[in-house]
């Protein structure tokens, strides 16, 4: 019988994005590999085996100013308090980044866990998103 803890297989994505017109190189190829580095460094210490690839980049696509503020606008009209994110749009804006300026609202979700099946936003996250999203079509001009 094996002591100890059983064998496990753990994986997990790390989106590296940087704001809309850095330079990518230096983050992607600079601060990638110091994540992955850092990532090694802990895996040897705890004696297990790490392993990692890069499967996507992208070139971050630059939110629209006046739509910014037009969205800030709404936001505080609801109450809520406005936060700006420094990462650029990437695969979120690419389906249109290329025809029309954009601008995006992120809604928060539970434990900071987007994109996969685990993601999940309560009930008035998603109402204050509508609400923001209402008052901004209103306010769009």
Not at 64 to 69: F, G, I, N, P, Q
Not at 128 to 134: C, E, G, K, R
């Given at each position: ?11 997990c ?10 330079d ?8 990638g590999?110091s ?5 090694k ?5 705890r004696?297990?085996?790490f ?19 037009v ?43 987007s ?5 999940l ?6 109402q204050?998103?509508?609400?923001s ?5 209103t306010?769009?001009k």
């Amino acid at each position: 019988m094996r002591k100890g803890r059983d064998l496990q297989l753990a994986s997990c994505n790390v989106d590296v994005v940087e704001p809309a017109g850095a330079d990518t190189y230096v983050l992607i190829n600079l601060g990638g590999k110091s994540i992955i580095k850092k990532l090694k460094l802990i895996a040897a210490e705890r004696k297990i085996n790490f392993f990692s690839s890069k499967t996507y980049s992208q070139q971050a696509s630059p939110c629209d100013e006046h739509l910014k503020l037009v969205l800030q606008n709404a936001i505080s009209k609801t109450g809520h308090p406005v936060f700006e994110l420094p990462s650029g749009a990437t695969h979120d804006a690419s389906a249109i980044a290329d025809l029309c300026p954009m601008a995006m609202l992120f809604v928060r979700c539970h434990k900071g866990i987007s994109h996969t099946p685990e993601e999940l936003t309560e009930e008035l996250d998603m109402q204050a998103a509508v609400d923001s999203l209402a008052h901004f079509l209103t306010l769009l001009k």
